[in-house]
């Protein structure tokens, strides 16, 4: 395994009756692997806003969040889904610790764009509670909502929606982490045929990114390795769906994309 803290992002589309992602996280952590994960909840967000007569938008893959939106995002990522997916890792064995990018000021974040509302780009991350709670035999597991810097504005000390693959980008960039894996409900990032890339570099994927062949919810996801790498050394976009994909990517035979710098 890797040097530094595996940083694994879940999103929750591939949490289903066949992967074996969370099998997969309690193994690793009993033969002593430090992981730390950030969950996504995108889906379930969407029902919420739905039953509210809330019609969820997005943008460049990002969540558009007004207040009522921003209502439901923070109930359901810290609440619902955070403790829903500690109470299933902690049944496998694992020792989990749920926290929010709010807790111990882990993230915080500023608005960059005001067409999408309560929604952050992070401008810092305090390593101290994924440290102390590593320190502790635990696996944070994190929901990606931040707090607003302290800046005088109108969004200052708000909370703000952030999206998972930013938050698990940034948390690997700042811990150092020995590799980054996104388990996303599709194959890996695709060229415009429509065919997976099985590796990428960092110049290959920023030239995708800018030819818009790269499309929705892979912008941030492709975007957050290319702000991991530059402290980490590898990041994989793989299927989670799929039954040991996690601990094949970690073994270093991936199912999906492999992304290096250079």
Known sequence: MPDGPIVVKVGGSTLGSHDTTLQDLADLQRQGVRLIVVHGGGSVISQWMEKQGAMPRFVRGLRVTDQQSLEIVTAVLTGLVNKQLVASLTSLGARVLGLSGVDGGLLEARVADEDLGYVGEVTRVDTDPLENALEGGYMPLVAPVGLHRLDGSAYSGALLNIN???????????????????????????????????????????????????????????????????????????????????????????????????
């Open 164 to 262: 998972g693959d930013t938050v698990a980008g940034e948390l690997a960039r700042a811990v150092g982490s020995g590799r980054l894996v996104f388990l996303t409900d599709v194959e890996g990032v695709m060229d415009g045929s429509g065919r997976v890339m099985r590796r990428l570099n960092a110049r290959s994927a920023r030239a995708m990114l800018a030819s818009g062949v790269v499309k929705g919810g892979m912008i941030p996801k492709l975007t957050a390795c290319l702000r991991a790498l530059e402290m980490v050394p590898i990041a994989d976009v793989v299927d989670g769906r799929r039954p040991g994909a996690l601990m094949k990517s970690l073994e270093g035979s991936p199912t999906g994309t492999t992304v290096v710098a250079g």
